[in-house]
């Protein structure tokens, strides 16, 4: 489903993405952890080029996103994205967050749009909250309209740049929950995370990255009981003691 | 003092000052409709990528914004019928506070647009929404709705302006003044009186603004 092949990247000089090679499978949960400034979260952001790469193949979906000819309004209306800082639209309620990109992109008739998206939303428990504007919800419930926008598209793959990191903890649970449920689904996932509990549950395998190279790859429980590398146990360790 | 103040000639004044009030309502709604449209196509002109749109844009912005109102006003009344340019007042009026505002609007919405946090582009981009439909869904309904003051203020400032229209002879509120100053020589009571009515457009305009950011129930967002 999502193929890099020799991924390079640069920021200026500094070599952000270094040879990256990584197969996801239809239907596979992949959890990309990693020090921060290790790349992890380009790498998940090239999948849908928010960033370009500079060198190698990356293919999503049997479309090639390196190659600069490929229609990417196409690639990016099959893949969900969740960003850190939810970037939810704040001068639209929840319900046309949700039915934007359906109504103007897939071209969905208005009323089927909002019959999804109040469905999608009930489905994430927001039921109660369709008609609130973003600034009148919490962080969490802020999260899971972005997650049901994301999924509002249909989307044959969802990606989550950290869609935690910026939430008060008694909200993480939550937002977790609605990812988990997505998780168990089906869906095609990649997720930058440094939530070890929600890795082991449901990820199929851990990509730990460090200084822009990809260091391991393994099943949860192979790599959080037993990282090869002294870097992966260096990471484990850090995040692990507190 | 008072004994000296005539409101019989103002009174007797007040169809024409009514006229004259309409007069200043409508060209000035003409200008400010067009302003504002100028001012969105130079602005996205200008934050174009492309030299050859950014460039006028610019010059335009900056050749307005550094000259006064009143010599680009006799520009085009005087200037443009000595190059073959022949156009009715009330165009010429029009057309010259529509280029002014415009400039003024287009950095408006300019510093709105560059307020917005990167994030909600990303996230249009993500969705697969054109770079059009980000402008017109989730770019410009923000940032008008971040400059709805200096917007209103700018609306202020054109409504005060279009007073110079009187001295290309169009008939407006700051004209009715200088006719009475002018044929009963009153300027007190001239100029007293269309400065009432001025402080009635603003006082209309400033409830507008202030029903409008009412309604922005989205504002704490920002």
Known sequence: MISFKNVNKWYGDL???????????????????????????????????????QEGELVVDNMAVHDKKTNMTKVRAEIGFVFQS???????????????????????KKADAEELGRETLTRVGLK???NSYPAQLSGGQQQRVAIARGLCMNPKIMLFDEPTSALDPEMIGEVLDTIKMLAKGGMTMVVVTHEMGFAREVANRVVFMDDGYIVEVAPPNDFFRNAQTERGKAFLSSILSH | MLENFNFRVIWEYMPL???????????????????VLVGILACSMRLSQSRLLSWPAGIYIESIRSTPLLAQLYFFYFG???????????????????????????????????AIHFGQIEA??????????????????????????????QAIVLVKDSSLLSLISIMELTRAGQLLTSERFMPAEGFLTTAAFYLVIYYLLKAFSNWSEK???FKEAF
């Not at chain 1, 939810?86 to 934007?100: D, S, V």
């Not at chain 2, 443009?80 to 010429?92: Q, R, Y």
């Not at chain 2, 410009?140 to 203020?153: D, S």
Request: glycine share 10%.
């Open chain 1, 15 to 53: 070599h952000v993405l270094n040879n990256i090679n990584l197969e996801v499978d239809a239907g596979e949960v992949v959890v990309v952890c990693g020090p921060s400034g290790s790349g992890k979260s380009t790498l998940i952001r090239c999948i849908n080029r928010l960033e370009p790469i």
């Open chain 1, 86 to 108: 939810f970037n939810l639209y704040p001068h639209m309620t929840a319900l046309q967050n949700t039915t934007i990109a359906p109504i103007k992109v897939r071209k969905m």
């Open chain 1, 128 to 130: 109660d909250r369709i």
């Open chain 2, 17 to 35: 000052y009514g006229q004259c009030f309409f007069a200043t309502l409508w060209l000035s709604a003409l200008s400010l409709i067009g302003a």
């Open chain 2, 80 to 114: 443009l019928p000595s190059l073959g340019i022949m156009l009715p007042e009330w165009v010429t009026g029009v057309f010259a506070l529509t280029l002014n505002s415009g400039a003024y609007y287009a950095e408006i919405i300019r510093s709105g647009i560059q």
């Open chain 2, 124 to 153: 249009g981009i993500s969705s697969g929404l054109s770079y059009f439909q980000r402008m017109r869904y989730i770019v410009l309904p923000q940032a008008f709705g971040m400059t709805v003051r200096p917007m209103l203020g």
């Open chain 2, 215 to 217: 309604r922005l129930i």
